[in-house]
């Protein structure tokens, strides 16, 4: 099973392209689907998705389409996640104390409590403007590799 799912990674190749071009204005669903190759139909339910969650908004009009809510350098990928897909748990002990009986003393839920704060702090330290830096390094490469 998928800890993230491939609607989330649709979803944080949206927020990456919309991250590269912020600040110039509204950029169209259609436009940001085609770049990332992101279903157009899907693209359209994620982007109202992050719509609701404040991570983007939207602009109508002729020229309409999406900007990011917020600096490239404020929105974190575990907001994306829990925007798209609903917070990830390990377990389900590790979110509701109420789920297992025996959660006061078991020792495999404590360890997952603490492998789920290292995910979760891990995800939250991953800002769109890192994303976007490594995501140009990439590109970097890649038109290195194909001029060779």
């Known amino acids: 099973m998928d800890v993230v799912r491939r609607n989330t990674d649709y979803a944080a190749r949206l927020m990456v392209y919309l991250a590269k071009h912020y600040g110039n204005g509204p950029i169209s669903t259609r436009e940001a689907a ?3 190759d992101v279903p157009y139909q899907l693209a359209c339910k ?3 998705k992050l719509n609701r969650a404040n991570l983007v908004e939207s602009c109508m009009g002729p020229r309409g389409g999406f900007t990011l809510a917020r600096e490239p350098s404020k929105i974190n990928l575990l907001e994306v996640v829990k ?3 609903g917070p990830i748990s390990i377990n389900r002990c590790v ?3 109420y789920s297992c009986s025996q959660w006061r003393t078991c020792p495999v839920r404590s360890k997952l409590a ?3 704060k290292s995910m979760d702090k891990s995800l939250a330290a991953i800002t769109f403007d890192q994303l976007l830096r490594g995501s140009q390094k990439n590109n970097v490469r890649n038109t290195k590799r194909r001029k060779q």
């Open 114 to 116: 603490d492998l789920q």
């Open 83 to 85: 925007a798209i897909q």
């Open 95 to 97: 979110l509701s104390k």
């Open 46 to 48: 994620l982007m109202q």
């Open 34 to 36: 085609a770049e990332e």
